[in-house]
């Protein structure tokens, strides 16, 4: 468990986690979801992640 979460301390984790919010908006829509809701979920999502990308130091 330990080295997971060190793992969600890299920046390419959270590079990988922004892109993969963007394919999750992308199928969230393609099954009828409201595509603004969506969109907004999903960029602040990815916002949040490629912050934590800039910010976070390398895990140890």
């Given at each position: 468990?330990?080295?997971?979460f060190a793992r969600l301390q890299?920046?390419?984790t959270h590079?990988?986690?922004a892109g993969l919010s963007?394919?999750?908006t992308q199928?969230?829509?393609?099954q009828g979801a409201d595509p603004h809701v969506v969109?907004?979920?999903?960029?602040a999502a990815a916002?949040?992640?490629?912050?934590?990308g800039?910010?976070?130091?390398e895990g140890a």
């Amino acid at each position: 468990m330990k080295a997971f979460f060190a793992r969600l301390q890299e920046p390419s984790t959270h590079a990988a986690l922004a892109g993969l919010s963007a394919v999750a908006t992308q199928i969230a829509i393609g099954q009828g979801a409201d595509p603004h809701v969506v969109g907004a979920v999903g960029t602040a999502a990815a916002s949040i992640f490629g912050l934590l990308g800039v910010f976070l130091g390398e895990g140890a």
